[in-house]
């Protein structure tokens, strides 16, 4: 008596290419546009409405009041 078994394909048979990094030109311009965007945030939490404002009222310090708690920065 034979028995006939299938034999599946192994997924670790063909091994994938390996990956490529990232070039450094492509990461580039989206890790500077990140850091203006980290370092306008920045300036909105920590000085907007305290030493220095740049709009009138007290709108943007309301907004991030509890943001600037949050992170240490005093304001009152």
């Known amino acids: 008596m034979t028995t006939r078994t299938a034999t599946r394909p192994s997924p670790f048979a063909a091994a994938a290419p390996a990956a490529r990094p990232i070039p450094l030109a492509d990461i580039a311009p989206w890790a500077v546009f990140a850091f203006v965007v980290a370092l306008i ?18 709108y943007v310090h309301e907004y991030v009041h509890d943001g600037r708690h949050l992170l240490g920065f005093p304001c009152h």
């Open 41 to 58: 945030l920045l300036y909105f939490v920590s000085t907007e409405q305290g030493a220095f404002a740049l709009f009138n009222g007290m």
